[in-house]
């Protein structure tokens, strides 16, 4: 199994993309590799591509006591609503958030 892209990596990809610049220039600009970071859009890409398997079948979920009720906003975008929950991690949060309005 292919290692996860870090954080900071998929950051930098997503800064570049909003930036409009092309990679040779943005790389110059942020002291990248230029090969370095195609690697990186490669790995971030074939996360993108790759659907984790459907779950088949039925599960048994044992029902004990009230539900917890925590804090939930939900945020629309475009045709995405996105449910956010009081332990989301900020940097995750966000790069979805960019990601969806690209592909909005």
Do not use: H
């Not at 790759?50 to 629309?76: H, Y």
């Amino acid at each position: 199994m292919a290692k996860q892209l870090s954080t900071e990596k998929m950051e930098k990809i997503l800064a570049w993309e909003c930036s409009g610049k092309n990679k040779s220039a943005w790389c110059k600009e942020n002291g990248i590799n230029t090969r370095t970071f195609g690697n990186w859009i490669r790995a971030y890409r074939q996360e993108q591509t790759t659907e984790p398997a459907a779950p088949t079948g039925w599960m048994t979920v044992a029902a004990g006591g009230p539900l917890r009720q925590e804090p939930v906003i939900d945020i629309i975008i475009g045709k995405y609503t996105i449910r956010v929950d009081n332990g989301a991690e900020r940097s995750t949060f966000r790069m979805i958030c960019e990601e969806l309005t690209r592909i909005c």
